[in-house]
């Protein structure tokens, strides 16, 4: 039934088996997922956290994208409160690139929360064990821009660009906070160089204001 029309009827399914008690984890998950899509998030986190329990093989990547999702729909309590169940049925025993994951997610939570020394501290953390982690990097990224520490937040995105996976969303963020600081001359090439590797209408719209800003700028 996902990416069908018909969810609404893929959930009612879903929860009759759910109901008779034979909904396994699979299941659940696909379920969390329909309520996601219909932003109904607190079935998504009951479903999701049935499905973390239900788990006889006790999968570690379905619980982590599961919180991911619910933190990145701005549901940073049921997020956290899934990333902590995660922990208690793992007994905090993780492979190296699941302990950090899940330490990210967490960092977003608290920066969430307004809680930033313990978010950075816990990002700093990652990057020092994983460099190559784009995501902690562009949350650090922005905390220091927001903070203004300008010559660090361009040392994080100038790391995050060096990533091929994040090198576009990297070079994009680079350029809005160069923009945000009126320094229209050096967000261009920025911008151009995301262009040219993943064309987007909405980020050349933004590049056409910027080269305009720029040559005001220079008047």
């Known amino acids: 039934y996902l990416g069908l029309a018909e969810s609404q009827k893929a959930a009612t399914n879903y929860e009759i088996v759910r109901r008779m008690g034979k909904a396994d ?5 696909q ?3 329909i309520y996601i899509n219909e932003g109904t998030y607190d079935l998504a986190f009951e479903a999701y956290r049935d499905a973390a329990i239900a788990d006889k093989a006790r999968e570690i990547a379905p ?14 309590e049921r997020g956290n409160t899934l990333l902590a169940q995660i922990r208690s049925i793992h007994k905090n025993q993780f492979k190296e690139a699941d302990r950090l994951k899940i330490l990210q997610l967490e960092a977003r939570v608290q920066l ?4 930033e020394a313990k978010a950075v501290r816990t990002l ?3 990057v020092d064990r ?3 982690d784009g995501e902690s990097l562009l949350l650090l990224a922005d905390y220091h821009g927001r903070n203004d520490d300008a010559e660090k937040a361009e040392l994080f995105f ?7 996976d994040f090198e576009v969303r990297a070079k994009v963020a680079h350029a809005q906070f160069l923009v945000h600081r009126s320094q229209y001359a050096k967000a261009v090439p920025l911008l151009k160089s995301a262009q040219a590797k993943r064309p987007r209408e909405s980020v050349q719209r933004y590049l056409d204001q910027v080269v305009k800003l720029s040559r005001l700028a220079k008047r």
């Open 25 to 29: 984890a699979k299941v659940l998950n």
């Open 31 to 33: 379920l969390g997922d």
């Open 63 to 76: 619980p982590i994208n599961a919180a991911d999702i619910l933190i990145s729909v701005g549901e940073f």
């Open 112 to 115: 969430a929360k307004g809680e």
């Open 124 to 126: 700093e953390q990652i």
């Open 130 to 132: 994983d460099p190559l």
């Open 158 to 164: 100038q790391r995050a660009e060096q990533l091929d």
